[in-house]
């Protein structure tokens, strides 16, 4: 894979900008502008670590769905789901990056293959434990990167980190991501998310540096 940086060096990403869709791929391993490499796995978020309860949980798939039904999988049957890795970054808008983890787990375009969205979907909102939320654009969802991790580097998470299932959007910016994730809403138009709502940017592309929502422009994002 051509890289034109050496990881963890900040070079001229901002002149290689491909657009919202962009090759994210030929940047792996590169740190997006204003971002600091770190070393080991913090813990960040908001609230209490949720306690797993293995016969309540379920990963349910609602909203603009295609037959207009709703998708369960309780965790032996998500369990099930075909595996796959990812090898990717995670951006922290407070920024830290962690470069290079390996995320295993259900590719987000595998539940959206068994549980397909109707056709006038255009975002989707993540849903987890205590009611944390985070909206995406269906494509950043679709993207082939985008996985709901259930290991990292070979391990189940642990639940600081999201057991059992957390989403990786490695083209965004981590908060974009939730931990203990436990459904998946199709909608027809944008909504905001928990920090989308309080003053994080609607979109929130580390190359961009789409930060705050100050920092949107018009079109993209529901009205505050
Ligand atoms: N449920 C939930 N998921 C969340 C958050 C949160 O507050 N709640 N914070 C996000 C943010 S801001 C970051 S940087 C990453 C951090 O993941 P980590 O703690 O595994 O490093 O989780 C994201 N997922
Ligand atoms: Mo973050």
Known sequence: MPR??????LSSVSVCDH?????????AGML???????????VTHYGPVPRFKP?????????????????????????????????????????????????????????AR????AEDVTHVMVWAEYGFSSNLRLGDFLADDTIFATHKDGEPLTAEHGFPVRLVVPRLYAWKGPKWVRGVEY???DRRGFWE???????????????????????????L
Request: aromatic share 12%; hydrophobic share 30%.
């Open 114 to 117: 068994l549980a397909p969205p």
């Open 197 to 223: 709502e309080r003053g994080y940017h609607n979109i929130g592309d580390p190359w961009r540096e789409q930060r705050y929502s100050y920092q949107e422009d018009p079109g993209e994002g529901p009205e």
């Open 19 to 27: 657009g919202p869709m962009g090759q994210l791929e030929s940047r």
């Open 55 to 111: 016969e309540r949980w379920e990963f349910r798939v609602f909203g603009a769905t295609a037959d207009g039904g709703k998708r369960c999988w309780n965790h032996e049957e998500f369990s099930a789901l075909p595996y796959e890795t990812v090898v990717a970054d995670l951006h922290c808008v407070t920024k830290f990056s962690m470069l290079g983890a390996e995320w295993g787990g259900v590719p987000a375009k595998t539940i």
């Open 187 to 189: 909608m027809t138009a």
């Open 32 to 42: 997006p502008p204003g971002q600091r490499l770190q070393k080991g796995w913090p």
């Open 4 to 9: 034109t940086g050496r990881p963890g060096v």
